[in-house]
């Protein structure tokens, strides 16, 4: 675990998974991430690499050769190294191994950064290809917050809200898969929270890489978390279902879930991100905790 801070808020990163685990008010103790109660989901905000959601039968084909690679890619289960440690921010970096080979082709080099600022924790992405060919990835957040944040309150007290207001398309399900063409546009600006509200898996909306914020907040409560992104074509909100979770996740997503249709080619899939050799790919999310 790797510790920065500022005058007002702490932050821990766990090597492995480089997962955020601890973002702490520290004038009054609030923690804003879920604890990763292992009863209920055992994470706090893992990092998806370099697929997000399902691939359908966890398989997918590059140049006619069969991979297989299990929900949100694997990121998420491996040790990074620290490359950089300052006293508000960190960088912590995953390359391409042995491991990595036998369910993904491409080599690569991903580094997270993330920065205190005032209020405000940036989470910064940077993916490379070192390689003179192609690399098809995706790269997703799944951050989640703990709702309630102050004791006394029920998750149902708390709101999600996006700014701006209008109407977004949001996405359909079918099963752990996108079903696309069964997506509506709706006008959800302002959804109460329910353990209901996440029965069938995550809410996706389409955010065509437009500038977005998220809150998560209360009238009954001071605190709260505003998530806001720029250049992300999907988000993702959930929590979990049945056993009720006191949280609740706001993913910015670089990709998604395959659709019900797809053929299982990783080149042609649906969200996702292309690099030539010797690129370089940048995209990141701010928290702010109030």
């Not at 491996?78 to 960088?91: A, G, N, P, Q």
């Not at 996740?249 to 019900?260: S, Y």
Request: a negative charge; one cysteine or more; proline letters at 5%.
């Amino acid at each position: 675990m790797v510790k920065i801070e500022n005058e007002f808020l702490a932050a821990e990163i766990n090597l492995h998974g480089a997962e955020l685990a601890s973002l702490v008010n520290k004038t009054d103790g609030t923690e804003y991430m879920w604890q990763a109660d292992p009863k209920v989901w055992a994470r706090h905000a893992p990092v998806l690499f370099p697929i997000v959601g399902a691939l359908k039968d966890d398989e997918y084909t590059v140049d006619g050769k069969t991979y297989h690679m299990t929900r949100h890619g694997f990121a998420r289960d491996l040790d990074f190294t620290v490359i950089k440690h300052e006293d508000s921010t960190v960088s912590l970096e995953l390359t391409d191994n042995e491991t990595t080979h036998a369910k993904y082709p491409y080599a690569f080099r991903l580094v997270l950064t993330y920065t205190l600022d005032g209020h405000d924790l940036t989470v910064a992405y940077h993916v490379e290809n070192p390689a003179t060919g192609e690399m098809y990835f995706s790269i997703g957040a799944h951050p989640a917050f703990n709702i309630p944040l102050t004791s006394g309150l029920k998750f149902d007290d708390y709101n999600f809200s996006f700014k701006p207001e209008k109407q977004r398309t949001r996405v359909g399900l079918e099963g752990k898969y996108a079903d696309f063409a069964n997506g509506k546009t709706v006008n959800e600006n302002k959804l109460p929270l329910s353990l209901e509200l996440f029965k069938d898996d995550a809410l996706i909306y389409v955010l065509d890489g437009d500038q977005t914020d998220m809150t998560l907040s209360s009238p009954k409560d001071q605190h709260g978390v505003t998530l806001s992104v720029t250049g992300a074509p999907y988000v993702g909100v959930w929590s979990n279902y049945p056993t009720p979770g006191a949280f609740c996740c706001i993913e910015p997503w670089w990709g998604v879930a395959d659709d019900t249709t797809t053929d299982g080619n990783f080149k042609t899939k649906r969200g996702i991100n292309k690099l030539a050799g010797g690129a370089s790919f940048d995209a990141g999310f701010k928290i702010s905790a109030f």
